[in-house]
């Protein structure tokens, strides 16, 4: 089992001047101790599990370009990347731009996003949920297609792309990998057995069902589950949450 | 935390992602380089 670092709060004791240094030394000290992956929220305003709304908190993918600059081995990912939120055109540029400066370590981790006051208070698109998850299948197909030598239009319900070229191509080939966030037996998990490179749930007593269901979504579109990355986000200390849990 | 991360090892999850608490401090970011990723590597 890899363990990954994933900071989700920036207020602190230095306040927002002393951000870039604190932030440094906690990813080279996270490298150094061997965390494989290290992630940011795709979050503007911070969330209620993790304090006061008006708390501060960093954009993504700049953070991710600082990271970036910061350490040399770990992987880096947002954990996960809000899919209203950008246009996929320049979202698979900027995972594209990260995987090059990185050296090969960006991960496009996304999901459905579910934060509609943020959305709403900084006039973002959020539209109904089943048209988030049409996004994101659509996302997903654009990010794919601008990572392969493919520069053919797309034409998706929502999305119209007229030229799919991106150059330069990521280092990691055949692409950077793909985290999807979330444990809907429906529709999220079925995205991951047809598009992602991991799944991400979470550590509660469903676990195993949800893990069943992955594999059955992956015995029908013909893929190899042994192949899919199996990540949980959690606390630094993992409780008894998953110990009930079930096949 | 090591027997838990046993659980969900043995569940087939292949990563564990952390969410620390920091306050800037890399102190629990080294605890857990120390004494829980050397373990994780036989799971």
């Keep these: 089992m890899k363990l990954g670092l994933h900071v989700s709060n920036f207020t602190w004791p230095g306040g927002p001047t002393m951000i870039a240094r604190d932030l440094g030394r906690v990813a080279k000290a996270a490298e150094e101790q061997g965390f494989s992956k290290l992630s940011v929220m795709d979050h503007l305003w911070q969330i209620g599990s993790n304090g006061p709304t008006d708390h501060d908190m960093l954009e993504a993918y700049t953070t991710l370009g600082f990271l970036a600059g910061q350490t040399e081995r770990i992987e880096l990912l947002a954990w996960v990347t809000a899919v209203v939120y950008r246009e996929p055109g320049l979202l698979a540029k900027a995972v594209t731009t990260l995987d090059v400066l990185s050296g090969g370590r960006a991960w496009l981790g996304i999901g459905a996003a579910w934060y509609e006051s943020e959305a709403r208070g900084l006039g973002l698109s959020f539209p109904s949920t089943s048209e988030r998850f049409e996004r994101l299948e659509e996302t997903l197909q654009i990010c794919l297609q601008m990572w392969s030598d493919d520069n053919a239009p797309y034409s998706g319900k929502h999305y119209h792309l007229e030229r799919t070229l991106n150059a330069p191509q990521p280092l990691t080939r055949p692409h950077p990998p793909i985290l999807i966030g979330g444990g809907g037996e429906t529709k999220t998990l079925r995205l991951v057995a047809q598009y992602a490179d991991a799944c991400n749930l979470v550590e509660r007593p469903d676990l195993g069902r949800k893990l069943e269901v992955l594999r059955r979504h992956c015995d029908t579109v013909g893929r190899d589950y042994d192949s899919i990355q199996k990540t949980v986000i959690g606390s630094s200390t993992p409780g008894p949450k998953a110990r009930t849990s079930t096949t | ?43």
């Design chain 2, 1 to 43: 935390v090591i027997a838990s991360l046993r659980v969900l090892a043995e569940l087939g999850v292949t990563h564990y992602h952390a969410t620390v608490p920091l306050d800037a401090s890399i102190t629990p970011i080294e605890l857990i380089g120390q004494r829980i990723i050397p373990v994780l590597e036989d799971f």
